[in-house]
Structure formats: structure tokens, C-alpha cells
T-cell receptor
Framework: DAKTTQPNSMESNEEEPVHLPCNHS???????IHWYRQLPSQGPEYVIH???SNVNNRMASLAIAEDRKSSTLILHRATLRDAAVYYC?????????????FGQGTELSVKP | NAGVMQNPRHLVRRRGQEARLRCSPM?????VYWYRQLPEEGLKFMVY????????ESGMPKERFSAEFPKEGPSILRIQQVVRGDSAAYFC?????????????FGEGSRLTVL
């Protein structure tokens, strides 16, 4: 049980920002929020993760709601290479033994 | 620093044969995870290992599947007497720490086809 809810698919235009939502209403205080993506025929790739504060890295930003029941992955300027399935995962030492459980994810398509 | 290496990348087996999939974690990583992805489906956790120990095998099928991560050498996922339903992509991931605290590095996967 992934215990996160994401839209099945989203579309974006190239060079526009993309906001990928995720609901995790039953998240515990020790669970991190992780985002991974999987390009076609490739292994999953780490994107970003956070606990309470918003996080930024070279790939994306992660905005975490104050109550931590939802989060949003932000791609600031989508490129064609960003077309992938994006997985939002909650994981923690005291939840599922520290392993990450992948759900169905959001399939992002990017139009030129 | 080489990434997670999996081999073979593609493996074809006939029903009843054995499949051995190997995973070399990134240098310095002592935590290894195996996931399976059936066609058109999501990633399913199979097993979590540290050197010489199986930490969590809750996702492993009860029969025919086994995994090891010896003190020396790669981690091995072994599937005995393969059946067509075993056809899938098998991904290995490694981390220096328990994965909930940081980044997990995945390999490119081993794609098993059972004829």
C-alpha cells in the first residue's frame, strides 16, 4: 500500500512550469516524502526528498504543506526529457521498515 | 564513481530454467534493494539486504525466489524454475544509508523474458 495519491497523468508544454501534486494524508511525523521519476525503459531516478521544509535542488523544488498531508513537485521549466512517470513516496524507519513503496505515479507528457 | 551495475541487461530463459541476476552497488554502499516491474505496472518491492543479511524479504514470492548479498561480490537475485509470469524488469538499488533518509540509486535493470 503506497498510501499516496497522485493523478494518473498530466500534460505540460515545453519550457513551462509543472506542478505535480501528491496527497499523503496519513503521513506520520517521521516519514520523509520522496520523489522519483522513471523515464521510458530506464531505471527510476531520484528527484528530491524532504521532511518538513521546502527543498530545492538542481532538478526541482518540493513544496510541502504545513500540515504535511500533501506536497507538490515543481519542475520550473519542463523539457521534453522530463517526460516520465513521477512517483511520490512516503517512507520512514517506522513505516514499512524503511523501504520505499512505489505507487502508480503520475505520467507526465511534455508537448513541444 | 560508477553507478549501480546490473547484469545481464537482458536475459531469456525457457520455462523451468534458472535465472540469476546480479547487482553491484555503488562503491561504499552497503544497502541493496530489489524491485520488480511487470509489464505496464508499477515497481514492487521485493527484498532489502545488507552485507550478509536479509533485512526485509516481505515482497519476495514464497517459492522459487531467493536473494543474497555476500561479504564479497555482487548481490544475486535467483529465480528457480522460471515461469512466464516471471517475465519482468528487475531493478536493483543501493544506498549508503537506510533509504528513508536519503537518495536511492537505481541500476538500469535486468529484463527477463521467459519463453
Amino acid at each position: 500500500d503506497a498510501k499516496t495519491t497522485q493523478p494518473n497523468s498530466m500534460e505540460s508544454n515545453e519550457e513551462e512550469p509543472v506542478h505535480l501534486p501528491c496527497n499523503h494524508s496519513t503521513i506520520s511525523g517521521t516519514d520523509y516524502i520522496h520523489w522519483y521519476r522513471q523515464l521510458p525503459s530506464q531505471g527510476p531516478e531520484y528527484v528530491i526528498h524532504g521532511l518538513t521544509s521546502n527543498v530545492n535542488n538542481r532538478m526541482a523544488s518540493l513544496a510541502i504543506a504545513e500540515d504535511r498531508k500533501s506536497s507538490t513537485l515543481i519542475l520550473h521549466r519542463a523539457t521534453l526529457r522530463d517526460a516520465a512517470v513521477y512517483y511520490c513516496i512516503r517512507g520512514g524507519r517506522y513505516n514499512q521498515g524503511g523501504k520505499l513503496i512505489f505507487g502508480q505515479g503520475t505520467e507526465l507528457s511534455v508537448k513541444p | 564513481n560508477a553507478g549501480v551495475m546490473q547484469n545481464p541487461r537482458h536475459l531469456v530463459r525457457r520455462r523451468g530454467q534458472e535465472a540469476r541476476l546480479r547487482c553491484s552497488p555503488m562503491k561504499g554502499h552497503s544497502h541493496v534493494y530489489w524491485y520488480r516491474q511487470l509489464p505496464e505496472e508499477g515497481l514492487k518491492f521485493m527484498v532489502y539486504l545488507q552485507k550478509e543479511n536479509i533485512i526485509d524479504e516481505s515482497g519476495m514470492p514464497k517459492e522459487r525466489f531467493s536473494a543474497e548479498f555476500p561479504k564479497e561480490g555482487p548481490s544475486i537475485l535467483r529465480i528457480q524454475q522460471v515461469v512466464r509470469g516471471d517475465s519482468a524488469a528487475y531493478f536493483c538499488a543501493s544506498s549508503p544509508l537506510e533509504q528513508h533518509t536519503g537518495e536511492l540509486f537505481f541500476g538500469e535493470g535486468s529484463r527477463l523474458t521467459v519463453l
